[in-house]
């Protein structure tokens, strides 16, 4: 008799996504705005993947997000990023990417073995999201998102 276990702890996220993840566990930064940040399990058919999301909350809930997703490639074993922003307060989701092939068109990819790379991406990113105090230094950092290197 075989005998399998109740809980999977890791949610079919593949190795990649926590080798990003293990490389950005202690990262922190300077917040005076009241970022709200939030990790989960995201699923797009076969990338299960890990999300950051961050959201400001400009005016009385008027949200602005960040989202960053990043696992392994369905097609080879490279690390992605994906970012997009939103205007919500919900977690993203599955239907999002459905909206729109922008994301897919700005993926970053990263070699098998470049989850430091990728890390550091993310940081970049977030470090720049985080500078962001009004809606216009946002909607700039809208415009130049997919241009951070």
Known sequence: MNRIKLIDNKFGIKDPA???ANELIDVSFKDDFGTKIRTFPFYNGR???I????E???YKNSYRQLNII???NRNSDNIFVDLYL???WNRPSFSD???SDIWYKNRKYFESDGAKKAASFIKRVIKQYMKIKTLEEFNNFEENLYKIK
């Open 18 to 20: 926590f080798e990003v």
């Open 97 to 99: 990417f459905q909206e």
């Open 56 to 58: 400001k909350d400009f």
């Open 70 to 72: 990043f696992g392994e």
């Open 47 to 49: 990338e299960s993947s």
């Open 86 to 88: 939103k205007t919500t």
């Open 51 to 54: 999300g950051v999301s961050l």
